[in-house]
């Protein structure tokens, strides 16, 4: 069996040579999205889910998302490829937006919040406008704890959406010397960090990420999950290989615009670094906290119990 190492899970994760191309991102479209254009009495929307189906929903403007009634539901594909980029969808039975069987969209204009898309297979190529719905709020999380005993050491990265419910998903390592080990976190302690200790031993970063920004750094625990399930990743150094999936989360979310500072080619702990065991993770997620200090969101602030508004 085909051991990867961390270096090519990186690659798979972020794409391979994602550090030499231009910062340009296709738009990023999972997510709920307003038919600003619309002229029927009832919001239209359409919600695209990360396994390749979209739901058209209709309803009250004056309600959540959530409430809204499925209309249809079609398979698409993205063709990012093209420019401008592509939407391909499988329709069933034709409805006011998707003719029945294979239709196109280009999206002519976009940015992480709106899109603007014309019907491609139409004579008359009608625009249409589209503005993203809040229904969840995202935050990454960067934490480490150290423990004298080395029993209870670990750094990892959680994802947090709060929505209808709130999800924790947290991997990184447990442990030190010969008994660390690279995996997902037990629920427990990534709950732990759920909020401030207040321990000397523990270091925290969260910061609040956009619905694009969140799914582009999702992808990155999507992949290297995948390598951990199928029990392909080598096992030469767990430290090394956090470092990597920490550069690969930082990567994605800086991949359209610089959203965390990193410290300096030259600074201690810096991303990038190549010795052979990498900087330590503690002191990194320390360093990227004070660089980051105004972004990180202290309990005081974070929004606790949070729930989706009316699409308005």
């Known amino acids: 069996m085909c051991r990867w190492t961390a270096v090519a899970l990186l690659l798979v994760a972020c794409g391979a ?4 191309q231009p910062r340009v991102c296709a738009p990023e479209v999972v997510g709920t999205w307003k038919l600003v254009t619309s002229t029927q009495p009832e919001a ?4 695209f889910a990360p396994n390749g189906w979209a739901n058209l929903l209709s309803g009250p403007a004056e309600r959540p998302a ?4 499925i209309l249809a539901q079609v398979r698409y594909t993205p063709v990012p490829l093209r420019e401008p980029m592509r939407l391909e969808f ?30 491609s297979d139409t004579a008359a190529g009608e625009q249409s406008l589209w503005s993203r719905v809040q229904t969840q709020r995202y935050f990454l999380t960067l934490a480490a704890r150290a423990d004298p005993s080395q029993q209870n050491s670990a750094a990892f990265v959680m994802w947090t959406t709060l929505g209808q419910k709130t999800e924790h998903e947290a991997l990184g390592v447990t442990g030190e010397g ?7 976190i037990p629920e427990k302690l990534a709950l732990d960090f759920a909020k401030h200790s207040g321990r000397s031993e523990d270091v925290m970063m969260r910061i609040e990420l956009s619905e ?19 029990d392909r990743l080598a096992r030469n ?10 550069d690969a989360a930082l990567q994605s979310v800086n991949r359209c615009a610089v959203r965390i500072q990193l410290p300096g080619a030259n600074a201690a702990g810096s991303a990038g670094a190549n010795s052979s065991s990498g900087p330590a993770p503690l002191q990194r997620i320390r360093d990227l906290r004070k660089l980051n200090d105004k972004r990180h969101v202290n309990d ?4 606790f119990g949070w729930k989706p508004s009316a699409v308005g």
């Open 237 to 246: 150094d767990p430290a090394v290989q956090f470092n990597e999936l920490l």
């Open 212 to 230: 694009a920004d969140y799914h582009r750094a999702h992808r990155v625990l999507e992949a290297w999950d995948a390598v951990l399930k199928g």
């Open 300 to 303: 005081k602030i974070f929004p």
């Open 90 to 119: 499988q329709t069933r039975r034709g409805n006011d937006l998707f003719a029945s069987g294979k239709s196109h969209w280009l999206i002519t204009a976009s940015t992480d919040e709106s899109l603007t898309t014309q019907q």
């Open 178 to 184: 010969q008994g660390a080990r690279l995996g997902r």
């Open 66 to 69: 959530e409430s809204f009634e």
């Open 17 to 20: 040579g994602a550090a030499s």
């Open 44 to 47: 239209v929307l359409l919600r």
